[in-house]
């Protein structure tokens, strides 16, 4: 039996059966502050046997909400939410209270600062809104799939991972101080491959090791940021200027 529940008109938790249907149905949270736009994504998967939209809000605290009472497996977020990159916050909660989910932020602008700073708090992926709608299908399809996917900024065409780095691609592998230790040319291919929210498993096949190699050097570069988890060590680096 379903049942749906709104707040005020801004949040709702559609089909509670949805969330209890197969694994095999991904569950999708859309947060934003336009209602058409709401209306477009739930009708883009509703024909999808792979992803179910089991919830939608127009607010932050909505969708913190709506997701407590569903856990989404994927967030698909606008990136402003009626202020400037509220969505990036939103994402950083959302990724903190619910383990696992994956993050798809969509924007109608391009900033190279905004992209890095969506990536430096987790995000998996970044896409315009003037994307079609088989972009955003597969890019929500790749993200489940432990992937990420990023535009590159306006104006330029360089891998996303150089640009979140902002260094000259040619010196890209070079190794670089930390205190008084060094990071080999593979750690510095890890922790920016890190940076974008890459899993073990996907750096591994980007750079062709396998996956406890890639574990070996996450583990070097925490002892090196003098770091416990994995999830600081991008921020640990930002703040050091590493990356």
Known sequence: MSSDVALGNRITVLDRSAAEAPRRAARVLVVDDSPIVRYGLRQLFAADPLL???????????????????????????????????????????????????VLLLTARRDRAVTMR?????????????????????????????????????????????????????????????????????????????????????IGRRLVISEATVKFHVRNLRDKLEVRRRTEIVYTATRQGIV
């Open 52 to 102: 179910s939209v089991v919830g939608e809000a127009a607010s932050p605290r909505d969708a913190l909400v709506v997701a407590d009472r569903v856990p989404p497996d994927l967030l698909i977020v606008d990136l402003d939410l009626g202020r400037d990159a509220a969505g990036i916050d939103l994402a950083r909660l959302m990724l903190e209270r619910h383990r696992g989910v994956r």
């Open 118 to 202: 969506a990536m430096r708090a987790g995000v998996h992926g970044y896409l315009r809104k003037t994307a079609d709608t088989a972009e955003i299908q597969r890019a929500a399809h790749a993200l489940l799939r432990g992937e990420s996917v990023f535009d590159a900024p306006a104006g330029t065409s360089a891998p996303v991972t150089e640009l979140f780095r902002g260094a000259d691609p040619r010196t890209a592998d070079a190794p670089r101080s930390l205190g008084s230790a060094t990071l080999t040319e593979r750690e510095n291919q890890v922790l920016r491959l890190l940076a974008v929210g890459m899993s073990n498993r996907e």
